[in-house]
């Protein structure tokens, strides 16, 4: 058996530049492990990106943000666009893995070049997004795709983490799920841009629709600022997703002609900065605590036994975490 040549960063960025769809899902594999060749990939894609229309979809679990996003694909490859799907699934308790239910249910679009599905776990991360999910949307970017559609798990409160990184928040409720107004209920209603009212061949799906549109009407709405519609579809039944699809493109174009787009690539980048320097210095902080250092597990025993405070206890390790950062940086300028 011949021996599997492993291309290296360089290559491999030209490789999904070009198009190649085995570049770039070997790609995404890098970036969702992590770590340095990770990051290395990220930084040569990272000038080529910014061309994609990014949309994410949220809402309740079971509301079929899933089917929706199949029936857009579809749509907007019938209008000749390429589609991403990043989908992030929950983690297996067991493997860390995605259970990749979100991969079986388009399973007919996988013989479409036109289409890239990656189903990605969350890995324990809050906000309904995986760490890596950035960095996946902007390979798909840099790779061509003019649309990329961001599902998340569904969880609640924490949706709103997805603001942070679509162009445009698509919110899928469905009538009969305990509460005909779960977007409010969820606390996403504020940050949706399109509503949609999924399975509206089901009982109660008019009702949902107009007490949606009468929530609205309670926020407070700058003039000229966009106004959410509420659409009501069945994604099952492909009815009702081409009115989603020009909703989608309508919004996308008031964030051009108003400004307004780049205000939210600002707010992106300001939070997709800020989150991994979080990360990094939590990465930092959490060295002392190894099997080989005693630095950080002196500190927590002296939390423990009341002598030490724990925000004392922070800041004592943050000091330590900036002394070290500043040694390394030193020891850099020097070579």
């Known amino acids: ?14 490789q999904i530049s070009e198009g190649s769809i085995r570049a770039l899902g070997r790609g995404l594999t890098w970036v969702e492990s992590g770590g340095p060749r990770a990051e290395a990939l990220s ?31 579809l749509v907007a ?14 983690s297996s308790p067991f493997s860390g893995g995605a259970i990749l239910g979100d991969r079986i249910r388009m399973n007919d679009l996988a013989l479409d070049p036109g289409v890239f599905i990656r189903s990605m776990a969350t890995r324990g991360a809050l906000g309904g997004l995986s760490r890596a999910a950035a960095d996946a949307v902007d390979l798909m970017d840099a790779a061509g795709r003019n649309l990329v559609l961001v599902e998340t798990v569904g ?8 603001m942070r ?4 928040v698509l919110v899928v409720s469905v009538p009969g799920l305990g509460d005909d107004v779960q977007a409010l209920k969820a606390g996403v209603l504020e940050i949706a841009d399109v509503h949609v009212v999924n399975k ?26 966009w106004v959410p519609p509420v659409l009501a579809a069945s ?11 020009d909703a989608l493109d309508g919004h996308m174009a008031f964030l051009k002609t108003s400004g307004e787009l780049e205000r939210r690539r600002r707010r992106i980048v300001t939070a997709r900065v ?7 210095v939590a990465e930092t902080v959490l060295e002392p605590f190894d099997a080989t250092g005693t630095e950080g597990a002196t500190l927590l025993d002296r939390v423990t036994r009341r002598e030490l405070t724990p925000h004392a206890c922070a800041r004592a390790l943050l000091a330590r975490t900036a002394n070290r950062i500043d040694l390394a940086g030193e020891g850099r300028d020097r070579h």
């Open 43 to 73: 930084a040569r894609m990272f000038p080529n990106t910014g061309r994609a229309q990014v949309v994410g979809l949220t809402g309740a679990p079971g509301s079929g943000k899933s089917t929706l996003a199949r029936a857009l694909a």
């Open 77 to 90: 490859r019938a209008r000749g666009r390429t589609v991403g799907i990043v989908a992030v699934d929950p």
């Open 235 to 245: 994604a099952a039944r492909d009815e009702g997703i081409e009115a989603i699809a």
């Open 1 to 14: 058996m011949a021996d599997v040549v492993i291309p290296d960063v360089k290559t491999l960025a030209t």
């Open 274 to 280: 800020l989150k991994i320097a979080q990360d990094l």
């Open 200 to 225: 509206a061949d089901r009982e109660g799906a008019d009702r949902t629709v107009a007490e949606l549109r009468a929530m609205l009407t309670l926020l407070p709405t700058p003039e000229a600022a």
């Open 155 to 162: 969880v609640g409160q924490d949706e709103v983490d997805v």
């Open 165 to 168: 990184l679509a162009h445009t």
